[in-house]
């Protein structure tokens, strides 16, 4: 009646096990939570690198445009060398010569022009325009105003371009004028204030740049001295969209940008011929300070259409995407696993009931033992065969995911799927195991000749991870069984390379005569088996180890057990349970049959 209830309940725990409970749905929720978990991880780790190659490429546009400023600030301090290396006064053809030899359209692009402006006092008015009447009478300063003093613009290249210029009095407009003090009292190049060329006809923002040069080629050290020595400057004139078209080249750029100088704009991409790249709604925008010879220049740069399409977010989106496919195939294996667990509790009633039937019928008749026996092992040989179908259809799976997710499959989930191929193969172990103890024919064989030494070699030979295992056997030929006694040192060996705790292992077989039994004692140095053990370690199914750390089926020491009672033996353990275990067992000398 006991046993009853417990066989009830044990079934009970198989048929809850085989359902989906809340451990499977709590897996499958975790599993969930950890993609999108690392969905949004990635997504926050694409943003933070698009931000940095936003700010790189914003960096490349400040610097290349003030490394295109710098290189023209180069043309003008050299056009100061050339003139405080000339003793006389530069005629235009001088001028026009040097300019040449700069190839300015080619090595200087968005430069608009390159030219000498002098200061001339009121009282010098009349003997400068006497000077530049000679070379060309038509030459006048103009406009007329107001200032003290005169910053006429006397020689300018290329001439075609810039025929406006020759002759303007910078004086007449103040950024102009109150720029070319600046340089003239710093004795530094510095830029003006926006504005808009005469010489263009778009009528678009520009600036001058200005490199004032002193009497005799002296560099004055202070302000009294530079504004009484002050000559004139060298100037370029620059229209800041052909500026920037030279400085910048827009097939190039992932960034569009605005540049003022305070609340006057000097460029504008959006406003440019070619604004296609403009993002209207873009994905990084920023304001960067740049001082800029004497002024300060506002970048006002976003991220354009370029840089969007070069820079997606794909990533994450295959990563949740790929995440909720293993999500969703891991919720089909649970399903699939209790579906096949239902069909293996089906199918094990259903041979529960027949063995119930047949044992019945077996009473019925009177059907000799003999007879019982064997239909006995026919249905442990058909359950075990029958039942490793869907571990095998199991395991295939599982190894199918791990192959088709292997890159996509998160760390947890990977141990889930190692950890279930493990104890597919640990049933398909056990099953094996049972199939080879339900063949076992156990009717008495007569003796033959064994070499002990040789049969422990060859059994050691053909085990898997003995490579570190050494056994020693006494060199002697012994009259037993043949077969039943290798079924039986095989197991020996087997077990105590499995449960040994190390990587290397000494396994000596001992053999003595005693009254009339064969005496044979394997010996190891492995882990030991405690004494109140003992007598378990000999049931079926049994291992005394996690099944997860022994790939064993804990039917070895049973199949021993049976085949050496069968020949009317013993078998028994010795051993403390700290380090070593003494199987020894008593086979009769002649086998007594029955």
Partial sequence: MDDGLQNNDKREKLVRAGEMNSMHWLIVLLSV?????????????????????????????????????????????????????????????????YSKSLQIDINYPGINGFGIIHNVQPEELDNYLQKQHQ?????????????????????????????????????????????????????????????????????????????PFYKNGLKPENIKQRRKLIEGVTYAPFIMEKLMKGALAKENRYVSIQISDGADLLFDDSASDDNLMVDPSPLFSEDIDVSMYGRTWIFSIQSNISFRQNTTLNQSSIILIG?????????????????????????????????????????????????????????????????????????QLASWIEEDCEDILPDESKEHLVLLRQRSKRMLKLLDDLLDYS???????????????????????????????????????????????????????????????????????????????????????????????????????????????????????????RIVDHYHGSVNIISDGKRGTKINILWPLNPEHE
Wanted: net charge negative; aromatic share 8%; charged share 25%.
């Fill in 439 to 561: 063949r076992l024919n156990l009717a008495t064989v007569a003796n033959d000749k064994v070499n002990l030494a040789e049969k422990a070699e060859d059994i050691l030979s053909l085990l898997e991870s003995n490579d570190n295992f050494n056994c020693i056997a006494p060199n002697i030929e012994i009259n037993i069984p043949q077969l039943p006694f290798e079924i039986v040192l095989r197991n020996l060996i087997s077990n105590s390379i499995k449960h040994h705790d190390k990587k290397t292992g000494q396994i000596t077989i001992h053999y003595a005569v005693k009254d009339k039994f064969h005496q044979i004692s394997l010996e190891d140095d492995g882990p030991g088996i405690p004494e109140a053990f003992h007598d378990k370690a000999m049931e079926m199914f049994q291992t005394l180890q996690s099944r997860d750390k022994v790939e064993g089926s804990g039917m070895g020491l049973a199949m021993i057990k």
């Fill in 135 to 211: 070379e060309r009478p038509d030459y006048k300063v103009h406009p007329t105003h107001g200032n003290p003093e005169y910053w006429p613009i006397t020689l300018v290249e290329p001439l075609v371009s810039n025929k406006q210029a020759i002759g303007l009095d910078i004086a007449f407009e103040s950024n102009r004028y109150s720029s070319i003090k600046k340089a003239r009292d710093s004795g530094k190049a510095l830029l003006t204030a926006p504005i808009i060329l005469v010489q263009d006809d778009k009528q678009t923002p520009g600036f001058l740049f200005y490199t």
């Fill in 323 to 395: 995440g909720l496919i293993i999500d969703f195939l891991l919720l089909v294996l649970f399903l699939y696993l209790s579906k096949a667990n239902r069909q293996a509790l089906k199918y094990a009633d259903k041979m529960t009931t027949e063995l119930k039937e047949k044992t019945k019928k077996l009473e019925k008749s009177n059907i000799n033992l003999e007879k019982s026996n064997s239909d006995l092992e026919q249905f442990s040989y058909v359950a075990s065969h029958d039942l490793k179908s869907p571990l095998n259809a199991i395991e």
């Fill in 33 to 97: 939570v950890l993609t999108f978990s690392a969905w949004y991880y990635s997504q926050f780790q694409q943003s933070q690198k698009l931000e940095i190659q936003f700010e790189r490429e914003a960096e490349k546009v400040v610097n290349l445009v003030k490394e295109r400023i710098t290189l023209y600030e180069n043309v003008l301090w050299g056009g100061v060398a050339y003139i405080d290396a000339v003793d006389s006064d530069i005629t235009s053809q001088q001028w026009a010569t």
